[in-house]
């Protein structure tokens, strides 16, 4: 007889978090409750359920899910990953200063640099991989340290225990972006971070098919302080977009295996490749922190990046020349996709001292045969 007193697996919490059979049929798959609004009893006297912008069964399911997977008291759903950094912004105020890696997602920098720039919140970007930078960089006004490990697209592995305590001794919140690891992979919650924040759009979602975004959490006041800014500002993802992120989080561990396992081999085959200068990858024994990936993560992700000989043209070149691989945004659907930084996804600093080298190509590595997925890559190089 199986111990009931025993914590449920992960795998286990994916399929169940949250997801209880519906009361009123038995429907064991969680209802798409495509509603805008709920019948009250009374004035004021209701389910908990009255307006969808506030509340929805069906994305009330996928939030108890996420905060199961994260080992967190406490998920928030958005529209977007974008949605859900900008509900954070809004916790600071004028005068406010954040530290943030300075390899991070595009659109994270430029929501900071020139959105909130202009509402008094000044900006650090700072080389993370040694904590003593985030250290100096810290100010008395600094209320947030943004920390994305992986990182996009350069792959830099942080230290979010260090950077978390740096981040509590000046008095700020310690976020990490954890798009490129998943739950699966990585719990930044265990290693002290306040907040966990998701693209559900990439490896939670896992199938190219929604957009969302989740942050996740402990502190109560914390999550009253982002639930306020949720309905308030009206970020919410709807019910069908829910239901899509809650039916991709069940296979997560099984995908994480797989794009974990397939994208090793792909950056051991490229780390052998002549037109290959170098290659940003974990899981390789030659990344400057791959003992703290071992040490911080399950396995190794499915991101790998690699920069080519002969700069940007060369990378658009192969790009282009990709048939599995497809040229796309995006990243961690169960299909390999692949692009060049610089002029896509990290556009928006072009021209900074935080561009991406100019032959750098990201990929995303799917779940396909992998012989077939570097058959691909060996014909795209030429």
Same mark, same amino acid.
């Given at each position: 007889m199986a111990d009931r007193r025993r914590k449920p697996g992960f795998e286990t919490l994916a399929i169940h978090a949250g997801q209880e059979p519906e009361a009123v049929t038995g429907a064991v798959v969680v209802p798409i409750f495509q509603t805008s609004t709920f019948a009250q009893e009374a004035v004021g006297k209701h389910t908990g359920y009255d307006y969808a912008r506030t509340a929805n069964p069906t994305r009330t399911a996928l939030e108890t899910c996420l905060a199961a997977l994260e080992g967190a008291r406490w998920g928030l759903a958005f529209s977007s990953g974008m949605a859900a950094s900008d509900a954070v912004a809004h916790l600071l105020s004028a005068g406010d200063h954040v530290v943030m890696g300075d390899d991070v997602y595009g659109g994270t920098y430029r929501l900071f640099a020139r959105v909130f720039d202009r509402l008094g919140v000044a900006l650090s970007p700072v080389d993370m991989r040694e904590p003593a930078r985030a250290q100096r960089a810290m100010r008395k006004k600094t209320k947030l340290v943004w920390i994305e490990t992986p990182s996009n697209p350069l792959l830099k592995v942080l230290d979010i225990a260090a950077l978390a305590e740096i981040?509590?001794?000046?008095?700020?919140?310690?976020?990490?972006?954890?798009?490129?690891?998943?739950?699966?992979?990585?719990?930044?919650?265990?290693?002290?971070?306040?907040?966990? =924040?998701?693209?559900?759009?990439?490896?939670? *979602? $896992?199938?190219?098919?929604?957009?969302?975004?989740? +942050? !996740?959490?402990?502190?109560?006041?914390?999550?009253?302080? =982002?639930?306020?800014?949720?309905?308030?500002? *009206? $970020?919410?993802?709807?019910?069908?977009?829910?239901? +899509? !992120?809650?039916?991709?989080?069940?296979?997560?561990?099984?995908?994480?295996?797989?794009?974990?396992?397939?994208?090793?081999?792909?950056?051991?085959?490229?780390?052998?490749?002549?037109?290959?200068?170098?290659?940003?990858?974990p899981g390789l024994a030659s990344h400057p922190h791959h003992d703290l990936a071992r040490r911080q993560m399950r396995e190794f992700g499915g991101m790998v990046s690699f920069e080519l000989r002969g700069g940007e043209a060369a990378a658009k070149r192969m790009a282009a020349r990709t048939e599995i691989f497809t040229l796309g945004e995006s990243l961690g659907g169960v299909e390999s996709l692949i692009e060049v930084p610089l002029p896509m996804t990290h556009a928006s600093v072009r021209g900074t001292k935080l561009a991406p080298p100019a032959g750098l190509v990201r990929l995303s590595v799917g779940i396909e045969t992998v012989g077939d997925l570097i058959g691909d890559l060996a014909q795209a190089i030429g």
């Amino acid at each position: 007889m199986a111990d009931r007193r025993r914590k449920p697996g992960f795998e286990t919490l994916a399929i169940h978090a949250g997801q209880e059979p519906e009361a009123v049929t038995g429907a064991v798959v969680v209802p798409i409750f495509q509603t805008s609004t709920f019948a009250q009893e009374a004035v004021g006297k209701h389910t908990g359920y009255d307006y969808a912008r506030t509340a929805n069964p069906t994305r009330t399911a996928l939030e108890t899910c996420l905060a199961a997977l994260e080992g967190a008291r406490w998920g928030l759903a958005f529209s977007s990953g974008m949605a859900a950094s900008d509900a954070v912004a809004h916790l600071l105020s004028a005068g406010d200063h954040v530290v943030m890696g300075d390899d991070v997602y595009g659109g994270t920098y430029r929501l900071f640099a020139r959105v909130f720039d202009r509402l008094g919140v000044a900006l650090s970007p700072v080389d993370m991989r040694e904590p003593a930078r985030a250290q100096r960089a810290m100010r008395k006004k600094t209320k947030l340290v943004w920390i994305e490990t992986p990182s996009n697209p350069l792959l830099k592995v942080l230290d979010i225990a260090a950077l978390a305590e740096i981040a509590h001794k000046g008095g700020a919140l310690a976020l990490v972006d954890n798009t490129f690891a998943s739950p699966y992979l990585q719990q930044p919650l265990k290693l002290g971070a306040d907040i966990a =924040l998701h693209s559900t759009t990439k490896y939670i *979602g $896992g199938h190219s098919d929604v957009v969302g975004g989740a +942050l !996740v959490g402990n502190e109560p006041e914390l999550r009253s302080r =982002l639930a306020f800014v949720q309905n308030a500002a *009206g $970020g919410v993802p709807g019910p069908l977009d829910a239901w +899509l !992120v809650l039916r991709g989080a069940k296979t997560l561990a099984l995908r994480m295996e797989r794009h974990s396992a397939n994208a090793q081999a792909v950056a051991i085959w490229l780390h052998e490749h002549p037109k290959v200068l170098r290659v940003n990858y974990p899981g390789l024994a030659s990344h400057p922190h791959h003992d703290l990936a071992r040490r911080q993560m399950r396995e190794f992700g499915g991101m790998v990046s690699f920069e080519l000989r002969g700069g940007e043209a060369a990378a658009k070149r192969m790009a282009a020349r990709t048939e599995i691989f497809t040229l796309g945004e995006s990243l961690g659907g169960v299909e390999s996709l692949i692009e060049v930084p610089l002029p896509m996804t990290h556009a928006s600093v072009r021209g900074t001292k935080l561009a991406p080298p100019a032959g750098l190509v990201r990929l995303s590595v799917g779940i396909e045969t992998v012989g077939d997925l570097i058959g691909d890559l060996a014909q795209a190089i030429g």
